[in-house]
């Protein structure tokens, strides 16, 4: 029982992080599909969703309104959510009129506001970001160029983050970002990336339909509706979005297992997307995104399996694993800042990673009963 358990343990591990990667490898080598990109401007409105975001609103506004882009194709939706600072008053004097503030009354976070920034959007297409992101000069030209072919719905860009007050912790990302912006370069080029960035992407507001309040990553949901409809969603590594934010290792933590909670909770509530007659990217989101909810519950069964077992074969086996392991714990040792720092910070982020997999369905399933608690209180 023992073996049975280690092999599909370690079975389904090379398949989540090599195996998969090399069959989207082939198939992009054999069977790739092509975009017909054109640099041809159409008129975007930009849906931004703010709260006390004072300090940061000005240069965001200043960063979408000075994008080389054509000044009478661009417009910036301000969605306020349950804003009490000067947010508002220093949009209003910064943007003019080529910005637009909705007065909605009070909104149920930020996937409402997003459903009412896209019902007041005057044009067709629809970027979506954050307010202390800036996008690269040409960022919206790079998103939009690709709607010239009407297979696509939906554009995500790129996010570069540079390094904030733990620099570990980003270099550990950043190694991470690597590999996953490989895969989804690959993704992008046999059909359709699984999700998008949600610092920046775009979407046909056509193909828009409102999303759940309660939805925790809308870069989840709204892609994969798109590409349910018919249409691809394509990675774009030349639009670009920058964050110079200073994260600690909580933070960052945190951020991560609400993104997991919101996979969990897409995959939960759209049923179609576990329909592979209905989903055409149902393997990219079997092998990319819901794999890896479950890699460390794998990555625990390797290990208790593999002590059970003791030819040589499976001792050396437990002995590269609990070295791997063991690796973690030397980021506190004086060999975090030695020529194998670099391969220290991987294994950790990896680790963090995968605890805010574990950390990521606990938020999920308690949600309902922190929205019942929140509800009562109100």
């Known amino acids: 029982m023992a073996q049975t358990i280690f092999i599909i343990s370690i079975s389904f591990l090379a398949y989540t992080y090599a195996v998969y990667p090399l069959i989207i490898l082939g198939w992009r080598i054999f069977a790739p599909r092509r975009v017909e990109a054109r640099y041809s401007h159409r008129p975007v409105s930009v849906v931004l969703v703010v709260r006390n975001d004072e300090d940061f609103i000005e240069e965001r506004l200043r960063n979408i309104l000075s994008q080389d882009y054509p000044r009478d ?109 490989a895969l989804r370069s690959l993704e992008s080029r046999v059909d359709s990336v699984v999700g998008a960035t949600r610092a920046i992407y775009a979407i046909r507001r056509e193909l828009f339909s409102p999303i759940p309040a309660a939805t925790i990553i809308d870069n989840f949901l709204i892609p994969m509706r798109v590409i349910l409809r018919g249409y691809r969603v394509i990675f774009v ?75 040589p074969f499976y001792r050396v086996t437990l002995f590269i694993q609990l070295l791997f392991y063991g690796t973690i714990l030397l980021a506190f040792t004086p060999l975090a800042s030695s020529r194998v720092a670099g391969l220290i910070r991987a294994v950790r982020t990896f680790a963090v990673l995968n605890a805010a997999a574990v950390m990521g369905l606990w938020v999920y399933l308690l949600r309902p009963a922190q929205n019942d608690t929140q509800r009562r209180k109100r």
Request: hydrophobic share 45%; proline share 3%; net charge positive.
């Open 73 to 181: 194709l661009l417009e910036v939706v301000l969605v306020p959510d349950g804003t009490t600072d000067r947010t508002l008053e220093v949009a209003r004097s910064t943007g003019g009129s080529r910005v637009r503030i909705l007065e909605t009354g009070p909104i149920a976070g930020r996937a409402d506001a997003i459903n009412r920034g896209v019902a007041a959007a005057a044009n067709d297409i629809v970027v979506f970001g954050e307010v202390r992101q800036r996008f690269g000069e040409s960022a919206i030209a790079e998103l939009t160029a690709m709607f010239h072919d009407r297979a696509v719905g939906a554009v995500s860009g790129q996010l570069i983050v540079r390094l904030g007050s733990d620099s570990d912790m980003r270099e550990g990302v950043g190694a991470y970002w690597k590999y996953e912006r």
């Open 237 to 311: 590594p030349r639009a670009k979005a920058y964050d110079w934010r200073a994260e600690s290792r909580t933070r960052e933590f945190r951020r991560k297992a609400r993104t997991l909670a919101g996979h969990f909770q897409v995959i939960v509530s759209e049923r179609s997307l576990l329909d592979p007659r209905l989903n055409p990217v149902f393997l990219q989101m079997v092998s990319h995104r819901l794999t890896r909810l479950f890699v460390p519950y794998f990555l625990v069964a390797a290990l208790v399996s593999n002590a059970f077992l003791f030819d």
